[in-house]
């Protein structure tokens, strides 16, 4: 069975960092896109960054010069590095991933999600 792990998230003040893991276990061969989306209290989840297969990066401007997404070299596990945070980073973090299921095949996953909060 193949499953999105998320970790990397806690409690931080304004302008400390964080940095989120997500990785792939199972049966699973491999990430190929990945996306970080976050939901604040309250509100809707959105789109924080993306990488393409690729390796195309997208970022929303609110994170802009701040966040950098990336994968390692096993290809089984990808970051989402926050600089500088602010009271309003904070929210519940989900990755959700084209996970490489078996040669040309490709399947979305959602991660359980990973709490991030910015306080003083």
């Known amino acids: 069975q193949v499953r999105l792990l998320e970790s990397g998230g806690g409690s931080v003040r304004p302008g400390e960092s964080l940095r989120l893991s997500c990785t792939t276990s199972g049966s699973a061969r491999g990430l190929s896109a990945v996306d970080w989306y976050r939901q604040a209290p309250g509100k809707q989840r959105e789109l924080v960054a993306r990488?393409?297969?690729?390796?195309?990066?997208v970022y929303t401007d609110f994170v802009k010069g701040r966040f950098t997404i990336s994968r390692d070299n096993s290809g089984y596990t990808m970051y989402l590095q926050m600089n500088n945070l602010k009271f309003e980073d904070t929210g519940v973090y989900y990755c959700y991933a084209d996970v490489v299921i078996a040669v040309g095949t490709v399947r979305n996953y959602w991660g359980q999600g990973t709490q991030v909060t910015v306080s003083s």
């Open positions: 990488m393409t297969a690729g390796g195309t990066t």
